[in-house]
């Protein structure tokens, strides 16, 4: 093996093997923390069902016992709630860390670490290739309208256009678009890939089961494979399934971009007063909660003005002052969208736009 391969995954032990993923991330994760290769890693649990994630801190390879990989990945964290976030909050100065990580959330920590509040150094990254997220609010609707348990469910999984869900006793595909689809954050994201890990991955399907498709991308990366080669299944990669994900993956990113350039005509076709008298229109449901902000995983003011003095604002002025200060960093992650109970399309379509046109000088 070496930096630049792709490995098919797998864990040897059974129960693991059974998983999704088939158990190697949470192997090597575990063969991470047995030989100290990182001091603690951080990960995610449910809280009161499988809808509702929150990260977690873990030390001890031993309750690396199971991951919620699938929901993590179709759903991400619930409320307020993000891995960059947690990892500026709580862990800024904590030695060598682990972490499963989506693109977005990788775009935010290079934000924070340019802010001085994460050092991407101290961070092994596990990058997910991600096809994005939908709402666990959603389908818990659709399961509830087809008097589907959501107690026997065991897996979800986004493939291309369709949706997947796992119970015991079958499935269901959902194409996506029509009762289902993604987040209107990811539906307009184009940078689907990490741009920065130690290794990336995305789970494919083997058979009735499914394995872990894994990039090598760094050095640190292949000496975390061969560590962990020993408790896993490998494999090199068939130049069908790398086409398979290759394809997929390529169809999502080309969407994406025709779903933004879209979104974004819709203010770059008017003039200043026609853009902005849309931009109020916008916002005009805006309650000044401060969920946006909060939530905001690159908003890192321990003092903030605005959420003090949002009350006495209006929202266009609200908007207005967070523009100014985050709007060129926005990494488009759509966690204000998720916080959000009052605008239709959520706030991380202004502040993506404002990004795009920054980025452009």
Same mark, same amino acid.
């Given at each position: ?7 098919? *995954?797998?864990?040897?032990?059974? !129960? ?9 991330? %949470? ?18 649990? +449910?809280?009161?069902? !499988? ?31 993000? @891995?960059?976030?947690?990892? %500026? %909050? ?10 499963? *990580? ?21 961070? @092994? ?14 389908? %818990?609707?659709?399961? +509830?309208?087809? !008097? ?38 990811? $539906?307009?994201?184009?940078?689907? +890939? ?31 494979? $061969? ?8 494999? $090199?990669?068939?130049? +069908?399934?790398?086409?398979? *994900? ?40 805006? !309650? ?74």
């Amino acid at each position: 093996m070496k930096t630049g391969d792709y490995v098919i *995954a797998s864990s040897k032990d059974e !129960r693991l093997s059974a998983t999704y993923g088939g158990g190697a991330i %949470q192997t090597i994760l575990k063969k991470m923390l047995e030989n100290k290769f990182v001091e603690k890693v951080v990960l995610f649990q +449910e809280k009161k069902d !499988r809808y509702s994630l929150a990260p977690v801190v873990i030390e001890n390879p031993d309750q690396l016992t199971s991951i919620p990989l699938s929901q993590f990945s179709a759903y991400y964290l619930s409320g307020l709630n993000s @891995v960059p976030k947690y990892i %500026q %909050q709580n862990l800024k100065n904590a030695g060598k860390i682990g972490v499963i *990580a989506k693109p977005c959330d990788i775009r935010a920590m290079v934000e924070l670490e340019k802010r001085k509040q994460a050092n991407l150094d101290n961070l @092994v990254i596990l990058g997910e290739e991600c096809h994005g997220k939908v709402s666990p609010k959603k389908v %818990q609707k659709i399961l +509830e309208e087809e !008097r589907v348990d959501a107690s026997k469910v065991i897996s979800e999984m986004i493939d291309g256009n369709k949706f997947n869900i796992s119970f015991e006793g079958g499935n269901k595909n959902y194409i996506l678009g029509k009762k289902l689809d993604l987040e209107e954050s990811c $539906k307009r994201c184009g940078e689907r +890939e990490p741009n920065i890990s130690d290794i990336s991955f995305q789970v494919v399907k083997d058979n009735d089961k499914t394995k872990t498709l894994i990039h090598i991308n760094s050095e640190r990366g292949l000496k975390i494979i $061969k560590l962990s080669s020993e408790e896993l299944n490998l494999e $090199k990669a068939k130049e +069908e399934v790398l086409e398979h *994900a290759e394809r997929n993956m390529a169809l999502s990113i080309l969407k994406a971009e025709r779903y933004k350039l879209k979104q974004f005509k819709n203010f770059d076709k008017l003039s200043e007063v026609e853009a902005y008298n849309y931009f109020k229109k916008l916002i005009e449901n805006c !309650r000044k909660c401060g969920n946006c902000i909060r939530a905001c995983p690159i908003c890192v003011c321990l003092d903030c003005t605005v959420i003090k003095q949002r009350k006495e604002i209006e929202p266009t002025l609200y908007f207005l002052l967070r523009m100014g200060h985050m709007g060129k960093a926005c990494v488009n992650c759509g966690i204000c969208d998720s916080s959000c109970n009052f605008l239709d399309l959520g706030p991380s379509l202004i502040f993506h736009r404002l990004s795009e046109i920054s980025k452009k000088g």
